[in-house]
């Protein structure tokens, strides 16, 4: 069976496409398209708190095409949600209705708590040591999901108000970022040794740079000499010597910033990068949904 994922971010809005098998009574998700639309909401709303006309009908337009390709792929379900952007922008519950009016897409704004379990029902944690504890970093456009795992147990979740456009634009607040500190140094006092998972498009390019294949993680000092890296280099330069897209490369090294700082508030070596993110989440929900309604 075949499940769609939409998930309409601060950055870039993602589509999708996932089939599940079952091997040795246990299910395979297979990634079989993943398509990306940097509509870049977040330019809007973090600076004058409200999605224009212009990027309303960008998004419209690309969800058409979105709800075309769902239809045509003839999936068991989908599931569509929005996360810090239309959170935060004063017409969003209007968006919401002319999505569905003109692209018959259910669409649900989610808040950041949400959004972390939906990230963290990826069931990663099955793949490390239950022993250990994790911080799971999702990193993205907005905002910035913490999730402490510890002893087969979520601990604490907490959301905040700093993510990469956010960074770009100039709009993360330095309260944001002490509370985020403090946070983290509360919630992991005592916890060794830590671990993070990392999640997001940047964390997930960051270690496709470091050209790691035996290992999924980066240390934090490997981490650390990618960043000054690419701070070493000017946008353009990015762009054409790194070769990474224009909404990537001018982002990525405030995300390499929040990974670093949460590591160095936690007291944290390494962060693992297993390349899943909310739209995994959502299809893993749909497969268990689809398996209450058929039970």
């Known amino acids: 069976m075949v499940f769609a994922a939409i998930d309409i971010g601060s950055n ?8 599940v098998y079952i091997v040795d009574g246990k299910p395979h998700f297979n990634k079989e398209e993943l398509i990306r639309m940097p509509i870049r909401l977040g330019e ?3 600076l004058n708190g409200i999605v224009s006309e212009l990027k309303c009908t960008r998004l419209i337009t690309a969800l058409k095409g979105f709800s075309e390709l769902i239809k045509a792929y003839e999936v068991s379900d989908y599931k569509a949600v929005a996360t810090s952007a239309l959170r935060d922008a004063s017409n969003g519950p209007e968006i919401i209705e002319k999505i569905k009016r003109e692209t018959e897409l259910n669409v649900e704004i989610i808040d950041g708590k949400l959004e972390a379990q939906l990230v963290f029902s990826n069931h990663i944690e099955e793949f490390l040591n239950p022993k250990n504890a994790y911080l799971y970093i999702d990193v993205g456009g907005g905002s910035t999901e913490l999730t402490l795992y510890y002893d087969n147990k979520l601990i604490a979740s907490r959301s905040f108000n700093i993510g990469t456009v956010r960074m770009l634009l100039n709009k993360d607040l330095k309260e944001e970022w002490e509370e985020m500190k403090s946070w983290v140094k509360r919630n992991t006092a ?9 999640s997001g498009g940047n964390i997930n390019k960051l270690f496709k740079m470091s050209g790691k294949k035996e290992t999924k993680h980066l240390n934090y000092d490997k981490l650390k000499g990618l960043s000054e890296m690419l701070n070493s280099y000017t946008l353009q330069e990015r762009i054409e010597r790194l070769d990474l897209k224009p909404d990537r490369a001018d982002v990525i090294i405030h995300a390499s910033k929040i990974f670093l700082s949460v590591m160095k508030y936690g007291d944290i070596d390494k962060v693992f990068v297993p ?4 739209s995994d989440g959502l299809v893993h929900l749909l497969y268990e949904q689809h398996l209450k309604k058929t039970s």
Do not use: E, K, T
Request: no cysteine; proline share 4%; aromatic share 8%.
């Open 275 to 278: 390349q899943v993110g909310l």
């Open 12 to 19: 870039a809005i993602r589509l999708l496409f996932s089939r």
């Open 190 to 198: 005592g916890i060794h040794p830590l671990n993070a998972i990392g």
């Open 44 to 46: 809007d709303v973090f």
